[in-house]
């Protein structure tokens, strides 16, 4: 009776063990799951991200060459409030023109 009892004991000790073993692997693999979620979540804001970068990028580089012609048409005229405008939009031109090549090499 006493060789049962110390039977049942022990497969008592190995049941908790294996639960307990069972317990953290589950514990492990949820938080596998929520890294590789996370994982796949972050990577869909990139592309949003991306995306929307390249379209800000299109956007500034229409408004570069759209305000080019314009200045270039204004060359033509000696007012000095032109020439003035002219010459802090060249300086504007020069800034914008580092951050859309920064945009691009980025």
Do not use: C, P, W
């Not at 497969?11 to 929520?34: G, S, Y």
Request: charged share 30%; no cysteine.
């Amino acid at each position: 009776m006493e060789h049962l009892r110390l039977m049942q004991n022990s497969l008592e000790v190995k049941n908790l063990i294996i639960q307990n073993l069972f317990e953290k692997l589950e514990k492990e693999l949820k938080k596998k799951v929520t890294t590789l979620q996370d994982s796949v979540y972050n990577l869909k804001n990139t592309y949003s991200l991306v995306s929307e970068t390249q379209e800000i990028l299109k956007h500034g580089e229409d408004i570069y060459n759209g305000n080019t012609s314009l200045v270039e048409n204004l060359v033509q005229y000696t007012n000095s409030k032109i020439v003035e405008n002219k010459t802090e939009y060249d300086k504007k031109r020069a800034q914008l023109e580092v951050a859309l090549n920064e945009i691009k090499n980025n």
